[in-house]
């Protein structure tokens, strides 16, 4: 038998494997952290906002102590038409608000791993993992150019586009359709006139999201404020973009320039541009197998984020599905996919995933990012727009009946849709 390097070695240093790693670490086993990127994060790409009770769940009081850039407190979302707009923005009472914050993946992961590192892990960064170690159907190691380091266990928590999961045939790497392309700048502003701009103070911040801006292919925009910066981006279907003549760069500028996001931005740096694949096929992205022996994947690897449009659940779920991991390898009494999914289904991963397993059939309806944002614009203007010279008010219904007739939307799209509304939400 190969001398074993560690207990356990996770490869990628995301929220799912630092979580794993720390989590481990507390419990007194000898855990490697591999990570490819100079630093944990320097490789990472998140819209940028997480729901905190994860943390809280990892080590109680976590959450407290996380790198906030700020405080949700104001939801916004808006069906944009052209250069028009219409917004629904909430601001939540105090005790109503999901506990979430802004982050930037620059500092959220290096604190992270620092807290694995502080546990006991050892975290070595700038290594990337190549291969596993197989013995029959065991894993039991990794490689990593010349290197080989073996372990007991290994955590394949590498990210959307899981090498090693593939490599040891549990997933495939992304097919058109299970992923969507992500694109994000980072805008510089003074804190001042972010708080100006977003109507809040320093502590607290807007999560904005966007529909209609993704020339009617299946996507979204988001802006979330962090303390010194905007985060502003697109998620698209990248399969959609031949047909609306679009790259995600021009549908992020074209945003940029939108009279509802520019006067945000006005005289803001541009300080980074990015670019990653997310996953956005649910339920069904989670592999029916998670495990071999000696082997797990979590996180996105594993399928493990919520992509509803109107909000993406990656980090706090990847979270989760590292706990669990580690869960599973402490419980390991020899049926390993057993025990990760019993502990998938006790730290709350699989309930949300399962929780919007409906979501997906409804969210490829195109009409949803073309047709039905110009129809509610479309009535937003009849009815808000008085003529020169003076009418009488537009009235609703007809209004309504008038616009219907010259969209595109058929009767029978509108039953359609609202049956797979029902069905799946
Ligand atoms: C544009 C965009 C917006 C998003 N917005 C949000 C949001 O607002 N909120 C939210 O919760 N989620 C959001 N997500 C999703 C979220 O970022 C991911 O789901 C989450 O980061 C997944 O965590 P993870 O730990 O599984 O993987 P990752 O965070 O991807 O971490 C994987 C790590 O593994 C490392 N790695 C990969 N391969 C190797 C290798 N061979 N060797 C060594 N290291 C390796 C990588 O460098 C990386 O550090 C967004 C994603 C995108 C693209």
């Known amino acids: 038998m190969a001398q074993m390097d560690?207990?356990?070695?996770?490869?990628?240093?995301?929220?799912?494997?630092?979580?794993?790693?720390?989590?481990?670490?507390?419990?007194?086993?000898?855990?490697?952290?591999?990570?490819?990127?100079?630093?944990?994060?320097?490789?990472?790409?998140?819209?940028?906002?997480?729901?905190?009770?994860?943390?809280?769940?990892?080590?109680?009081?976590?959450?407290?102590?996380?790198?906030?850039?700020?405080?949700?407190t104001s939801e916004r979302i808006?069906?944009?038409?052209?250069?028009?707009?219409?917004?629904?923005?909430?601001?939540l009472a105090p005790c109503d608000r999901s506990d979430s914050i802004t982050v930037n993946r620059s500092t959220l992961d290096p604190w992270l791993a620092g807290c694995a590192e502080e546990a006991g892990a050892m975290v070595v960064p700038g290594m990337t993992v190549d291969g596993l170690v197989m013995n029959?159907?065991?894993?039991?190691?990794?490689?990593?150019?010349?290197?080989?380091?073996?372990?007991?266990?290994?955590?394949?928590?590498?990210?959307?586009?899981?090498?090693?999961?593939?490599?040891?045939?549990?997933?495939?790497?992304?097919?058109?359709?299970?992923?969507?392309?992500?694109?994000?700048?980072?805008?510089?502003?003074?804190?001042?006139?972010?708080?100006?701009?977003?109507?809040?103070?320093?502590?607290?911040?807007?999560?904005?999201?966007?529909?209609?801006?993704?020339?009617?292919?299946?996507?979204?925009?988001?802006?979330?404020?962090?303390?010194?910066?905007?985060?502003?981006?697109?998620?698209?279907?990248?399969?959609?973009?031949?047909?609306?003549?679009?790259?995600?760069?021009?549908?992020?500028?074209?945003?940029?320039?939108?009279?509802?996001?520019?006067p945000f931005v006005r005289g803001g740096e541009l300080r980074e541009y990015s670019a990653h694949l997310v996953r956005e096929d649910g339920r069904s992205g989670i592999p029916p197998q998670l495990t071999l022996p000696g082997f797990l994947v979590a996180g996105e690897a594993a399928g493990f984020c919520l992509n509803l449009g109107y909000t993406i659940r990656g980090m706090d779920v990847a979270l989760l599905s590292g706990i669990a991991a580690a869960e599973a390898i402490g419980a390991d009494a020899g049926d390993l996919e057993g025990s990760y999914r019993t502990a998938l289904a006790a730290c709350g991963a699989t309930g949300i995933m399962d929780a919007a397993s409906g979501y997906g059939p409804f969210l490829e309806k195109s009409r949803l990012y073309g047709d039905y944002p110009k129809l509610a614009m479309g009535i937003a203007r009849d009815v808000f727009a008085v003529a020169n010279p003076p009418q009488a008010p537009d009235r609703i219904v007809p209004s309504v009946r008038r616009e219907f007739r010259s969209s595109p939307l058929r009767i029978r799209d509108l039953v359609s849709d609202a049956r797979a509304a029902v069905k799946g939400l």
């Open 6 to 72: 560690a207990d356990v070695i996770i490869v990628g240093a995301g929220p799912a494997g630092a979580a794993c790693a720390l989590r481990l670490a507390q419990t007194g086993r000898s855990v490697i952290l591999l990570e490819r990127g100079e630093t944990p994060g320097s490789k990472n790409v998140t819209g940028g906002r997480l729901y905190t009770a994860a943390l809280d769940m990892l080590s109680p009081g976590l959450a407290a102590e996380a790198p906030a850039e700020r405080h949700v």
């Open 78 to 91: 808006s069906i944009l038409d052209g250069e028009a707009h219409a917004d629904i923005h909430v601001g």
């Open 136 to 262: 029959g159907n065991r894993v039991e190691g990794i490689r990593a150019g010349e290197d080989e380091l073996h372990a007991e266990y290994v955590v394949a928590a590498d990210g959307v586009n899981s090498l090693l999961a593939a490599s040891a045939g549990l997933t495939h790497r992304p097919r058109p359709g299970e992923v969507a392309t992500g694109v994000k700048v980072t805008v510089g502003l003074p804190e001042h006139t972010i708080n100006e701009r977003f109507a809040v103070s320093s502590a607290e911040g807007a999560a904005h999201l966007m529909l209609g801006c993704t020339n009617g292919a299946r996507g979204g925009g988001f802006l979330y404020t962090n303390r010194e910066s905007l985060s502003i981006g697109i998620v698209v279907d990248p399969t959609k973009l031949p047909a609306v003549r679009s790259t995600p760069r021009e549908l992020l500028e074209s945003l940029l320039r939108h009279p509802l996001v520019e």
